[in-house]
């Protein structure tokens, strides 16, 4: 395979994703993602499905989403939550770190 | 190659109905989930009870497992004992792939499910996203992780990374492939991130270009330093007087050394901010991260009658006026 077309960019939020970019990248079809959206889940800018526009960070999210309902079989409430409560652990361990408990 | 006790790995009876097999599935796998267990074996153990419930959730494989098991436990052949599938062993039996969207993955099996459910696994899956006639699509996108030391953050630095990738082999169907890739990983780049490489993901077919492949960043945890999405924490343990009387002390960032000013009565726990000093920007125009130096108080032993005497002097120095418990005294609020 020829490494010379490869482009390495940071998944940031300088850049973003369509609906069709995203389901791609986590492999999940966009039914599924239009329901995370609808739950909150993730929260694209833009009106309608075709001017959504996830930001760069929105890919860890979707692919937790998309693990949790496949792999856990969770239904979009329940990775809603799930995902809340993860953001929630996250932060407080965050500040555990940061007072030197690991 | 060992025998593989799917049952027990779920730890349910060989007669547990299918319902008891997803609920215990669930349980298991909510427990291990490496997204939700951090600790080391989680994933392993997920795998392990992934596959167990790959084939028992599935009545045509477990039915074809049940079939190996039993002649493989009328053969008297202990646990521990080489497990070879007997020949022919899968014929009766029609395999429909993993029974969902995916299309044949890079997903570790074990070697046992392999012999046992891979070709045919495989070759049924295979049938999915790919096969449809002679359409040009694109490639699908692949997923990897990539762990790095903070200080490759600061520095930037390559990697030469081993991938399992999914590709078609002549006759159309689905093989891993070993591959080493060079990626570059940029200065500035954050625990958590991910780094798109485009064209480097599954191949497209026909004439349709290649998928990307996204690497997922993860520091190795460090023996000093704790980070906080870009700023970093280290901790500096002092002397009494030098967080009394001030201080000039090195510190250690992932940057190199730095000299820095203890200002006069610090107390423990104290922070100093180093600005700039931890992760830097990835690219003009965004902030660095800061470094904070907290500070922790080391008392010397008061082991000889020359340190008694000191912390002695030091009591009648404070006087009575110097209460450390103040705070504890006084009423409910």
């Known amino acids: 395979m020829s490494g010379s077309m490869t482009t390495t960019t940071v998944v940031d939020d300088t850049m973003e994703f369509t609906l069709v970019e995203l389901c791609r990248a986590v492999r999940a079809p966009q039914e599924q993602v239009r329901v995370w959206v609808v739950e909150g889940v993730l929260t694209p800018r833009g009106e309608t499905p075709e001017e959504w526009r996830f930001a760069g960070t929105a890919l860890r999210r979707a692919r937790l989403a998309r693990t949790l309902s496949r792999e856990l079989e969770i239904n979009a409430p329940g990775v809603a939550l799930a995902l809340d409560l993860m953001d929630e652990i996250e932060a407080l361990k965050a500040s555990l770190r940061r007072l030197g408990i690991r | ?333």
Not at chain 2, 54 to 77: F, I, N, T
Not at chain 2, 103 to 112: I, K, L, N, V
Not at chain 2, 288 to 302: H, R
């Open chain 2, 1 to 333: 190659m060992k025998f593989q006790d799917y049952y027990q790995t779920l730890g349910v009876a060989r007669e547990a109905s299918q319902d008891d097999i997803k609920q215990a599935y669930r349980k298991l796998a909510r427990k291990h989930h490496p997204d939700l267990n951090k600790e080391t074996g989680a994933e392993a153990r997920f795998k392990e009870i992934g596959e167990a419930y790959e084939v028992l959730k599935d009545p045509e494989k477990r039915a074809a497992y049940d079939a190996v098991g039993s002649r493989y436990a009328q053969g008297g052949a202990g646990a521990e004992q080489d497990f070879r599938p007997p020949p022919g062993w899968d014929t009766g039996f029609e395999f429909h792939g993993r029974g969902d969207d995916e299309g044949f993955d890079a997903r570790d099996y074990s070697e046992f499910f392999e012999s046992l459910f891979g070709r045919a696994a495989r070759a049924g899956a295979g049938g999915g996203p790919t096969r449809r006639g002679a359409a040009n699509l694109r490639g699908e996108d692949h997923h990897a992780k990539v762990l790095i030391d903070l200080e490759d953050a600061y520095t930037g630095a390559r990697r030469s990374i081993q991938l399992r990738m999914p590709v078609f082999d002549d006759q159309g169907r689905g093989v891993l492939q070993e591959r080493t890739l060079d990626v570059t990983i940029p200065r500035g780049i954050r625990q958590g991130q991910h780094l798109r490489l485009t064209g480097q993901g599954g191949p497209g077919l026909g004439n349709g270009p290649a998928g990307d492949l996204f690497l997922e960043i993860e520091f190795n945890t460090h023996r000093l330093y704790r980070v906080d999405a870009r700023d970093v924490y280290v901790d500096l343990p002092l002397a009494p007087w030098e967080a009394a009387l001030g201080a000039s002390v090195e510190v250690p960032t992932p940057d190199g050394g730095v000299e820095l000013t203890i200002p006069a009565g610090s107390a423990a726990g104290r922070k100093l901010r180093l600005k700039g000093k931890g992760i830097p920007a990835k690219s003009a125009g965004e902030p660095a991260g800061d470094l904070y130096v907290v500070v922790a108080i080391v008392l010397p032993p008061a082991g000889s009658d020359a340190s008694r005497r000191a912390y002695e002097s030091l009591k009648s120095a404070a006087g009575s006026d110097f209460n450390p418990r103040a705070q504890l005294q006084g009423g409910r609020t």
